[in-house]
């Protein structure tokens, strides 16, 4: 099973990347790229191709979803696998988030001590294991 290491992760605000900086790379060990919207993301992808992706729902300028259907149509993106994460966790709106894809999501405010688990245990069941 492929291990997870890098991970793409998209975030406008910025206390809360800073708190998932913390969770994701202190207690996580992962290695993270930091946006702030889906147009960044967009222009990470270029050089960049991690192992997973994270996305915030709502962001300006382009959010979480149309930020993955743009990145589906990158090659190499075409299936990483992708969790949102979210506010907005009503059962209607994590089964469209899942339609889209996703292997898990998120709801925020996420506790920063579980975040990296709860990562690796989605990453986990995504892989079969």
Same mark, same amino acid.
């Given at each position: ?29 992962? =290695? ?9 993301? %967009?222009? *990470?992808?270029? @050089?960049? $191709?991690?192992?997973?992706?994270? %996305? ?7 959010? @979480?979803? =149309? $930020? ?17 994460? =979210? ?6 709106? *994590? ?18 001590? =579980? ?15």
């Amino acid at each position: 099973m492929k291990e997870l290491k890098t991970i793409l992760y998209a975030e406008d605000e910025n206390d809360i990347r800073e708190i998932a900086q913390i969770a994701l790379e202190d207690i996580g060990g992962f =290695t993270v790229q930091y946006c702030a919207d889906g147009l960044k993301v %967009l222009e *990470v992808a270029k @050089g960049f $191709t991690p192992d997973l992706l994270l %996305l915030d729902i709502m962001m300006p300028e382009m959010d @979480g979803p =149309t $930020t993955l259907r743009e990145l589906r149509k990158i090659e190499k993106f075409s299936s990483i696998p992708v969790i949102f994460m =979210t506010a907005k966790i009503q059962s209607n709106e *994590v089964a469209e988030y899942k339609a889209l894809g996703a292997i898990e999501v998120i709801a925020k405010p996420f506790d920063p001590l =579980t975040l990296a688990g709860s990562i690796q245990k989605a990453w986990m069941q995504y892989c079969g294991h």
